[in-house]
């Protein structure tokens, strides 16, 4: 389950930094990007808490 979550958070950040590049260069419709972004971020705030979330059985005392 870990595993997935960091595939999509790295997904959602992803949407947020490349949709960018395009729009920068040309290729990319400024509504698409918005669109675009917008799903990057959404699905970067409801994956990062379980990313960082800590390991209960390796917390230092």
Do not use: C
Not at 1 to 22: D, H
Not at 47 to 59: L, R
């Amino acid at each position: 389950m870990r595993k997935v979550a960091i595939i999509l958070a790295l997904t959602g950040l992803g949407l947020t930094v490349i949709p960018s590049i395009f729009v920068f260069y040309g290729s990319l419709a400024w509504r698409l990007h918005t669109q675009l972004m917008f799903a990057g971020m959404v699905i970067w705030f409801v994956m990062a808490p379980f990313v960082m979330k800590k390991n209960k059985s390796h917390e230092d005392i």
